[in-house]
């Protein structure tokens, strides 16, 4: 499928089940307003089955190209060919805009040759990778870090050079800081290229989750200009990172296409054949069926449809080296016509598959669909993002009580929800904060979203943000809110990072980012968009060594990283977690139910690896808490490892059965010693 390169020229292979006739069409640049060559397919020498083929001799790498396909334009049908646009090749490797493309040209009636976007053709192998090889760490030691390729770099403040801000390329210029900072693995907000036009008026798209094309990489994303850099650029990324040991993890969108609703733009899919590549509505097949809330979903029980997504994911693996996806409103994937099933063809595919069945997989386990979500239900060797942990997190911090029940099962891995199958605490993808929603800044600065900058009068962007504004609503001077704010910054960071499964940090939060109270900044592609660096070295507001101290407790605790759910008391007298009140005496069940609660203490026992136990201490009340440190067996002493409000001596050493004090609103980490 696609354009297959050899030294005599290039194979052309196009799926377009109910089409009738098919043209191929040649530029002789990006820009040209018109082809060079226009080469009719014969359909008694250019089909076979349901594809469209030609060998084209002389076409080397470069080759702009393009469809025009013809069929029934039948809406009513769910058939909606169009021989006056231009289309793009589903399989099309990297993506050529003229100066003076628009949308609405591809929306309306009449020939768009002018404005269309192209294909190109590539050499997939002609890259240097100098040794490079999959790193293939354990998910269980895994610290994932979501960031906006384009965001990440491009603020003045991001130390990178003005050309390559906002690139795969300034993006390399960051990995000495990602190294430092103590991430294993970065997961890229889509990559794929996407429809940057497709926003509100002025503003248009930033996140990237209208893809055009599975295959080849965003060209807004590269700094160089010839329409082949993307891939090289995305690869020179992709090769650095793995230099410094870090996985490169892709937010992959095989639910829907930038093609919208069936008053939308015909720009590839569905002028190619919509019946097959979408989901229509049974009874009115002119629309579609929107498990996606954008307009359209991708048709996966279709072989050919689900054909494309495993070639497109094998090719991100084995041509660009990337080491795993996270699913964008995974559910979509899995669905046919009763429904979510997780048995579905697309989990059986990559299952069966030896290249995608040893990569990373993420899946954000909802769509907005019927039945969409489906949190915990994916099948065993996934990972899934769990929103359980970030609600019940931001409502502990934000002062709520009588939740420490809730707390402590999100704090070890969330077996309530995963613990079936086999499955480990790994499949639990622990956050905070996403680019979807407040920044951790904001989080503990606003009490109500502020989206009025989207052009939406504030109705877009969620309503339930289980935030905190510490008393006054956005900035202020007072120095008492701003080191609560501060204070909670640390807890949250502190709780993600100490709980059991797999921590996933949001890009800038450990440098104070904010977005102004926007939860949904999916369509600012300017400062209040992008990562403002300007707090990085202000001791203040920059939490980058803490983080950094965080990510060597998991590395120095394997407690930290179960593969296993703990149980609590075993049969033979010792334990994995031991829940204390703080008397230090083991919770019964009304301990759970204290009214009011606020304070949690847990030991996470030593393993059989030599690691001493952990003792960690939660409380987010408004008032000092006394405790008592555990008396356990062999352990005689505890050392002080972290406290996010300062309140103990330099040397932090304390016997067994001393008795401390929680400051309010403030977490301790104990280490026992003999």
């Known amino acids: 499928m696609g354009a297959t390169l050899d030294r005599a020229g290039t194979n052309f292979s196009l799926f377009a089940k109910s089409s009738r006739a098919a043209q191929l069409l040649l530029f002789d640049s990006a820009r040209a307003p018109a082809p060079s060559r226009v080469i009719d397919l014969d ?41 006056s646009k231009v289309l793009l090749d589903p399989y099309g490797k990297c993506i050529a ?19 269309a976007l192209r294909s190109v053709v590539v050499d997939p ?5 100098e040794g490079d090889a999959p790193i293939r760490r354990p998910f269980a030691k895994t610290v994932l870090y979501e960031m906006h390729v384009g965001g990440f770099t491009r603020h003045p403040s991001s130390g990178v050079a003005p050309g390559k801000r906002g690139t795969f390329a300034g993006l390399i210029e960051k990995v000495p800081y990602l190294r430092d900072l103590g991430v294993s693995a970065v997961e890229l907000l889509p990559v794929f290229a996407f429809d940057q036009d497709d926003g509100p008026p002025g503003l248009g798209n930033y996140w990237g989750y209208h893809p055009l094309s599975f295959f080849a990489p965003h060209d807004g994303y590269s700094s160089r200009r010839d329409p082949l850099g993307a891939l ?52 009115q097949p002119r629309y579609y069926d929107d498990f996606t809330g954008c307009g359209n979903a991708l048709n996966l029980s279709h072989p050919r449809v689900l054909q494309m997504v495993m070639d497109s994911l094998r090719f991100w693996v084995e041509i660009c080296h990337v080491d795993g996806f996270r699913f964008d409103l995974a559910s979509t994937l899995g669905r046919g016509r009763n429904g979510f099933d997780r048995g579905a063809a697309f989990f059986a595919a990559i299952r069966q598959d030896p290249v995608l069945a040893a990569v990373k ?43 420490v029940g809730e707390l402590g099962r999100r704090m070890t891995g969330s077996a309530d929800l995963f613990d079936h199958d086999r499955r480990s605490p790994r499949a639990s993808v622990n956050h905070v904060t996403v680019h979807d929603g407040f920044t951790l800044a904001d989080l503990v600065s606003y009490h109500r979203k502020h ?21 006054v609503e956005g900035a202020t001077d007072k120095p008492d809110i701003l080191r609560l704010r501060r204070q909670l910054r640390r807890n949250l960071l502190a709780s993600l990072m100490l709980a059991q499964g ?22 600012q592609d300017n400062a209040v968009g992008w990562v403002d660096w300007s707090a990085l070295g202000h001791d203040d507001e920059d939490m980058t060594s803490f983080v950094t101290q965080l990510a060597e407790l998991r590395r120095r605790f394997p407690q930290l990283r179960a593969r296993r759910w703990v149980q609590g008391r075993l049969a033979d007298g010792s334990f994995d977690v031991l829940w204390l009140t703080p008397r230090a005496t083991e919770m019964a069940e009304q301990d759970w139910h204290f009214p009011e609660g606020r304070f949690l203490s847990y030991v996470l026992g030593p393993l059989k690896q030599g690691a001493p136990p952990l003792y960690l201490v939660f409380n987010a009340a408004m008032e000092t808490i006394e405790f008592t ?20 001596r330099a040397d932090g050493e304390f016997r067994s059965g001393s008795k401390l004090e929680a400051p309010p609103r403030s977490i301790l980490a104990f280490s026992g010693a003999t």
Not at 53 to 79: C, K, M, N, W
Not at 629 to 648: G, H, N, S
């Open 97 to 115: 805009r003229p100066a003076a493309r628009t949308g609405d040209a591809a929306r309306r009636p009449g020939d768009n040759i002018a404005t």
């Open 43 to 83: 359909p008694r020498a250019n089909r076979t089955y349901h594809y469209w083929h030609t060998f084209v001799p002389g076409v080397a790498a470069g080759q702009v190209y393009a469809y025009r396909i013809s069929g029934p334009f039948d809406p009513e049908r769910g058939l909606r060919f169009d021989p």
């Open 232 to 283: 090289d650029e995305f690869r020179d990324m992709v090769k650095a990172l793995h230099r410094a040991g870090i996985e490169v993890i892709l937010d992959v969108v095989y639910n829907h296409t930038a093609e919208g609703n069936h008053l939308g733009p015909t720009l590839s899919f569905r002028g190619i054949d919509n019946s097959s590549y979408y989901w229509l509505q049974s009874d």
């Open 361 to 403: 997989l993420i899946a954000e386990p909802w769509d907005i669909g019927p039945g969409g979500y489906q949190v915990g239900k994916f099948p065993p060797g996934w990972s899934e993002w769990n929103d359980h942990f970030r609600r019940t997190l931001r409502r502990y911090w934000a002062g709520e009580g009588n939740i």
């Open 451 to 471: 989206n009025l900058a989207n052009g939406e009068h504030n109705r877009d962007g969620s309503d339930d943000n289980q935030s905190t504004n510490c008393g």
């Open 629 to 648: 440190l555990p008396v356990l067996p062999e352990y005689t002493r505890w050392t002080i490892l972290l406290e996010t409000v300062p309140a103990f």
């Open 502 to 523: 797999v921590p996933l940090l949001l890009a800038g939060d450990e440098v104070g980012n904010g977005q102004r109270g926007n939860n949904n900044a999916y369509c």
């Open 125 to 129: 192998s002609g890259y240097d990778w």
